[in-house]
């Protein structure tokens, strides 16, 4: 069956299909898969929430790995970091084949302070310099080489309760055109089947009332539409997890232990972990990360672009208007201070890099000093502890000793009156024998 139509420039576009015939074409998708397996996958995982939420423990839950290592909690007395803090590590993860680079953001310090005042404002600017990396790389004569750094996927956490804090808003409202927010409910185990439902329905209605934008499913690019609508209906997931292997009816599970019953990580009837685990693996990782780059960044590319084609568009048009002289000193002017800005810019950055070094130096310098006295109070005390065992050592000697004397003034009055009962015994021999 051919099909030919006509197109506005008066070419003749061709539809045949080949079904009792072979060609070859029809293997592009393996070629294609192939390709990709060999190269191997990347993708950016951001996680932000309050500490205690579970974090660290649901992304081991999801990767199966410990990716995180167990989490030390501070004491009571420990001082909570003042400031957020981005912290980026890359962990190589491979199944059947198939090799994934997961880069891992996390954001400790987040909501722990007393005034949280733009403390996503660390945050806004990690993923904005990872946009700017990947811009500044694509201008480069070798693209080939090109690292996706970019933030896929951003789980927010929110604590479990009646509703958004304005915390939880004003960070959404921040970064939702920055990044896919899928938000999770962390310790889902603490509350009934009723207040899930009725928080998340609370969440999402401030999510819509805010005009917050989080991450939409596209239904028209899968099959199974039911399943995606599924998916978009547990939002926000409210998640459990747990690194420990129970042994449940005879199968070995992951879950948390209660006195009154288990929870089951992977049971969708305890918590959405399993809706969780396929959104970012199973079906639309892929898809997060080609809105990612279609949407997010292509409009972080567009604004920054159209900033630097106005400025150029401004100056020509200012300078049509100005006699040679006049442009030539406004260019020289502009230069000059173009050149004391970068002058200031590079002092700025070597006090910051010297300011940074000497602070180092400065913890090094406490840090030496804490262990040498650490080490000096252990020496004190072992030299205490030597001269305890030495004083006890000598007391022992000394009873010894006076032992030792008392035992020899014993043997030597009984040595006398054994010598004594002697001579009387052999005198009463004597006059014995006398008498005969």
């Known amino acids: 069956m051919v099909k030919r139509t006509d197109t506005p420039q008066a070419e003749n576009v061709v539809a045949q299909d080949l079904n009792d015939r072979y060609v070859g074409f029809a293997n592009l998708p393996n070629q294609v898969f192939r390709k990709s397996v060999k190269r191997g996958f990347e993708f950016t995982l951001m996680v932000v929430g309050a500490s205690g939420l579970g974090k660290s423990t649901l992304v081991n839950s999801l990767f199966l790995s410990s990716i995180y290592e167990d989490a030390k909690y501070p004491s009571p007395e420990a001082k909570l970091p003042k400031t957020v803090k981005v912290q980026t590590s890359t962990v190589y993860l491979n199944e059947g084949g198939v090799s994934l680079k997961l880069t891992l953001v996390d954001t400790p310090g987040f909501g722990d302070a007393i005034n949280n005042t733009e403390c996503w404002k660390p945050i806004l600017e990690h993923i904005d310099m990872k946009f700017e990396e990947y811009l500044n790389a694509e201008g480069h004569v070798n693209r080939s080489s090109v690292v996706d750094n970019r933030v896929h996927c951003c789980l927010y956490f929110i604590s479990p309760g009646h509703g958004l804090k304005p915390l939880d808003v004003e960070f959404m409202r921040q970064l939702h055109e920055k990044v896919n927010i899928v938000p999770v409910i962390g310790k889902a185990d603490t509350l009934t089947p009723e207040e899930t439902a009725e928080f998340k329905a609370n969440v999402m209605e401030e999510i819509k009332n805010n005009d917050i934008k989080i991450y939409q499913f ?18 926000p997931f409210a998640v459990v997890g747990s690194n420990t292997i129970l042994d449940i009816r005879g199968k070995k599970l992951r879950g948390r232990k209660y006195p009154w019953g288990v929870a089951e990580v992977e049971n969708p009837d305890h918590c959405d972990f399993i809706f969780l685990r ?28 159209a900033a630097v084609t106005s400025v150029t568009m401004d100056s020509k048009m200012a300078a049509s208007n100005r006699n040679p002289l006049a442009q030539f000193e406004a260019e020289k002017k502009e230069h000059q201070e173009k050149l004391k800005s970068m002058k200031a810019g590079m002092e700025h950055v070597m006090e910051e890099k010297v300011k940074q070094k000497m602070s180092k130096i400065e913890d090094q310098k406490n840090e030496l000093k804490a262990k040498h006295d650490q080490a000096l109070k ?34 030597n009055s009984t040595t006398s009156l054994n010598s004594a009962k002697d001579k009387s015994s052999s005198k009463k021999s004597k006059s014995t024998k006398k008498l005969f």
């Open 278 to 305: 396929n959104l970012l693996i199973r079906t639309h990782m892929q898809d997060l990360k080609d809105v990612t780059n279609n949407e997010l960044y292509e409009n972080y590319r567009y604004q920054k672009l």
């Open 218 to 235: 596209p239904v028209e690019d899968y099959d199974e539409e039911e399943e995606v609508q599924d998916l978009q209906a547990q939002l």
């Open 378 to 411: 252990h020496l004190e005390k072992m030299r205490k502890d030597l001269e305890n065992k030495k004083n006890e050592l000598a007391e022992q000697m000394k009873a010894l000793e006076e032992l030792q004397l008392a035992t020899g003034a014993v043997n």
